[in-house]
C-alpha cells in the first residue's frame, strides 16, 4: 500500500492507495505543534480503526507539505517509524515531469506542482486547477503539461472568519446554499454572498486565465479540488471536472517516478 500525505496549512489528507485506487482517506486538522510521535500515534489509530485495512502493510510514502514545521516533523516521523519503506517528499530536486514556467519555480508550492501533474494525467492539457483550501489557488497548464502560473485569492473560511469578527452583528454561520440570492435574513444573506460570490470568482477568474492560455477556450478543462470545492460545484458554470483526490494522485504519479 501507498500511503500519500498533502499537508495543507488548514487540513491533512492522508490516501492509501492499492495500484491506482484510492480504498481509504482520511481528513485531519494541520497542528505546526504536532511531533513526529505524535503523528506517528494518529496515523497507525486511523489505520487500524479502519475495517479495510486488515494486516495492511504500507511499502510506500509520498507526501508534500506547505507548512515548514510539519514538514519536519513528517521527515523525522519517515524516519524513526517507516525506516525501511521508501519515502519520496516533494520538493527542489525531486523529478515531476512538470516543467515550471515562472519567475522563481521555487516560490511554486509543492502542491501546486502536484495538482499540475495529476491534472495532465487525468485529462491532459491544457487544464486550470482550481484548489478550495485555505486559499483559493488558480493554476494554469498548458498544453505541454507546463505549469504555466496561476493565482491566489483567500479562501472561504478565511473570508468569513474576516467578516465576522470585522462585522458587528455577523456571525459565524453553516454554508449552504440559501433560498434566493436575494436574501430575507442576515444568515441567508451571508450564505448567498458568499456561496454565490465565490462561484463568480471562480468564473471571472478562469474566464480572463483561458484567454491567455489558449486561442480556443473548449480546449481548457477546468478541474476543482479541495475540501471547500463541493460548496460552489453546482454554482460556478464554469468548472469541468471535481477530482477530490487530485493532488493525492499527484503523489503517487510522483512516488512511481521517482521509486525504481
Not at 446554499?177 to 430575507?184: D, F, G, L, S
Not at 444573506?189 to 456561496?195: E, P
Request: hydrophobic share 40%; with cysteine.
Amino acid at each position: 500500500m501507498l500511503l500519500t500525505i498533502d499537508v495543507g496549512n488548514t487540513n491533512t489528507v492522508l490516501g492509501l492507495f492499492e495500484g491506482e485506487e484510492v480504498i481509504e482517506h482520511w481528513r485531519i486538522n494541520t497542528d505546526p505543534r504536532r511531533t513526529a510521535d505524535e503523528i506517528a500515534v494518529v496515523l497507525q489509530g486511523l489505520v487500524q480503526q479502519s475495517p479495510l485495512l486488515a494486516d495492511t502493510d504500507i511499502s510506500g510514502i509520498a507526501l508534500c507539505s506547505t507548512v515548514p514545521s510539519v514538514l519536519h516533523e513528517m521527515r523525522e516521523m519517515c524516519r524513526r517509524y517507516y525506516g525501511d519503506v521508501p519515502a519520496v517528499i516533494v520538493e527542489p530536486g525531486v523529478k515531476t515531469g512538470v516543467p515550471v514556467r515562472m519567475d522563481n519555480p521555487k516560490e511554486v508550492g509543492a502542491d501546486r506542482i502536484v495538482n499540475a501533474l495529476a491534472a495532465v494525467h487525468l485529462h491532459g492539457g491544457p487544464a486550470i486547477v482550481v484548489d478550495f483550501g485555505t486559499a483559493t489557488t488558480f493554476d494554469a497548464v498548458s498544453s505541454k503539461g507546463e505549469y504555466v502560473g496561476g493565482a491566489i485569492a483567500p479562501g472561504i473560511e478565511i473570508s468569513i472568519d474576516a467578516l465576522s469578527s470585522r462585522g458587528a452583528q455577523l456571525h459565524k454561520i453553516e454554508l449552504q446554499r440559501p433560498r434566493n440570492v436575494i436574501a430575507k435574513n442576515t444568515v441567508e444573506a451571508l450564505q448567498s454572498g458568499i456561496i454565490f460570490g465565490f462561484a463568480g470568482q471562480v468564473d471571472g477568474i478562469v474566464e480572463r486565465m483561458t484567454e491567455e492560455l489558449t486561442e480556443d477556450p473548449e480546449e481548457v478543462t477546468v478541474i476543482a479540488t479541495g475540501g471547500l470545492a463541493p460548496l460552489v460545484l453546482d454554482e460556478a458554470r464554469s468548472i469541468d471536472e471535481f477530482e477530490p483526490w487530485l493532488t493525492l494522485v499527484g503523489l503517487r504519479l510522483i512516488y512511481e517516478r521517482n521509486t525504481p
